[in-house]
Antibody
């Protein structure tokens, strides 16, 4: 079955960077896009960006452009999301989530989430 | 960005009764080229990631019980649970994937 297993919780200081991993199994990694979504306390879900399954293209919302990078290691079936210049407002649960096909924006499976805490 | 607004914010329904959640987008999410509505619904239980229920506004995801249904077009959409079960207690989110991806604020569904 489809599984997305994310790396463990992180605590970072303001101004630092964080890199979260998401290891996929149970499907052909390059046949599906990978999205990243975060959930801050008391806030709605927020889309951070996505990467096509073949790693040919990324898409980021304007809010995160220049601060987020999504890449993948197809040989390891693992996706990564790096967020730089962290501030307290970035404290959230970060999810990776699979798209239904390589260029799809329809999300059908989610990882368990990685808590990122930004605190001085 | 397209703003998604759900109503109500919370809802209490008796077991076996119908639950209805509404979602309104700030602009149309109906594509004139595909004639599809770029809307999905998710269910999130405490301590769990969201689970996809509906996509293309009315297509149920794999394994989703048929008591869940989606309807609507353009800017106004509805998620209906025809006969509420105890395991349906959760927060429900609508999401548009027309341009780019945004979510509603969530609707908390409880048992009356």
């Amino acid at each position: 079955q489809v599984q997305l297993v994310q790396s463990g919780a992180e605590v970072k200081k303001p101004g630092a960077s964080v890199k979260v991993s998401c290891k996929a199994s149970g499907y052909t990694f390059t046949s599906h896009s990978m999205h990243w979504v975060r959930q801050a306390p008391g806030q709605r879900l927020e889309w951070i960006g996505c990467l096509r399954g073949d790693s040919s293209h990324t898409e980021y919302p304007q809010k995160f452009q220049g601060r987020v990078t999504i890449i993948s290691d197809t040989s390891a079936a693992t996706a990564y999301m790096e967020l730089t210049s962290l501030r307290s407002e970035d404290t959230a649960l970060y999810y990776c989530a699979r798209g239904t096909h390589s260029g799809s924006w329809i999300i059908d499976h989610w990882g368990q989430g990685t808590l990122v805490t930004v605190s001085s | 960005d397209i703003v998604m607004t759900q109503s109500p914010d919370s809802l209490a329904v008796s077991l076996g009764e119908r639950a209805t959640i509404n979602c309104k987008s700030s602009q149309t999410i109906l594509s004139s080229s595909t004639n599809k509505n770029y809307l999905a619904w998710f269910q999130q239980k405490p301590g769990q990631p969201p689970k996809m229920l509906i996509y293309w506004a009315s297509t149920r995801g794999s394994g989703v019980p048929d008591r869940f249904s989606g309807s609507g077009s353009g800017t106004d959409f509805t998620l209906t649970i025809s006969s509420l079960q105890a395991e349906d207690v959760a927060v429900y989110y609508c999401q548009q994937y027309y341009s780019p991806i945004t979510f509603g604020q969530g609707t908390r569904l409880e048992i009356k």
